[in-house]
């Protein structure tokens, strides 16, 4: 049993940790609540909206469906919500965590997002143009391309077998787009120092006006030097 199972006054309560919680079904709407973790909550089913609340760990809880409008979360992780089918536009997130969330099949625009973890995801097919996003890890999704983002540093597409060409990302300087079988090269993009691209097998080209500090680029049989 967890504190939301007691019956206990939380309306001053800033912080909870319910995780693991087989009994409970709904989070209550708590006012002053400002980080919950509810993470592996089986049975939950709801969460209420809490404009306090900047921190949400709902990993794990299978029967969630969506999450709530929460105008100050700054921070989301719902890995493995398996039927998590919507995310609301959060005008104040920057953090998304929302790797193996099998039912869900869009990315919302997030304003202030810099940083978004969205791997496996196979029905995920964009993502959208967030021009605050620094860091993407997007492998194994069903993303056709990559938007043209201007303050983006890194990116994993791995196995993103649908992608065709890496545009020219001003800011990048980590490139990780192993298996990635219909992209045929590699632009010269200045500012980029790192590159690991095995098992590209339809490579032909990496610019040669790039000014690397480590490439892998092992079994693609197409790369001539």
């Known amino acids: 049993m967890c504190i939301l ?11 909870i940790d319910c995780s693991g919680c087989a009994s409970v079904t709904k989070i209550p709407e708590l006012p002053n609540l400002k980080r919950l973790n509810c ?10 909206p809490a404009d306090s609340l900047e921190v949400l760990d709902c990993s ?19 890995d493995t919500c398996t039927s998590l ?11 998304l965590y929302c790797s193996n969330c099998q039912s869900l099949v869009e990315i919302p625009l997030q304003p202030m997002l810099t940083w978004l973890y969205c791997p496996f995801n196979e029905f995920i097919t964009e993502i959208p143009y967030i021009p605050t996003l620094v860091t993407m890890h997007c492998s194994s999704t ?14 994993d597409c791995d196995r993103c077998s649908r992608i065709t060409e890496i545009p020219l990302l ?16 590699i632009p010269a993009i200045p500012t980029l120092k ?12 990496i610019s040669t006006k ?8 092992s079994f693609c049989s197409l790369l001539t030097e």
């Open 170 to 185: 001003p800011k990048l300087e980590v490139l990780i787009c192993s298996q990635c079988t219909l992209i045929m090269s």
């Open 60 to 78: 794990h809880c299978s029967e969630l469906e969506e999450i709530p409008y929460l105008p100050n979360l700054k921070r989301l992780h719902c």
């Open 210 to 217: 790039l000014n690397l500090d480590y490439l892998s680029c």
């Open 142 to 155: 069903g993303i056709t391309s990559i938007p043209l983002l201007p303050n983006l540093r890194y990116i």
């Open 5 to 15: 199972c007691t019956g206990c006054d939380l309306s001053e309560i800033q912080n």
């Open 39 to 48: 993470t592996n909550c089986e049975a939950l089913t709801e969460i209420s």
């Open 85 to 95: 089918r919507n995310i609301p536009v959060l005008p104040k997130l920057e953090r």
């Open 194 to 205: 790192r590159i690991i691209c095995a098992y590209c097998t339809n490579l032909r080209e």
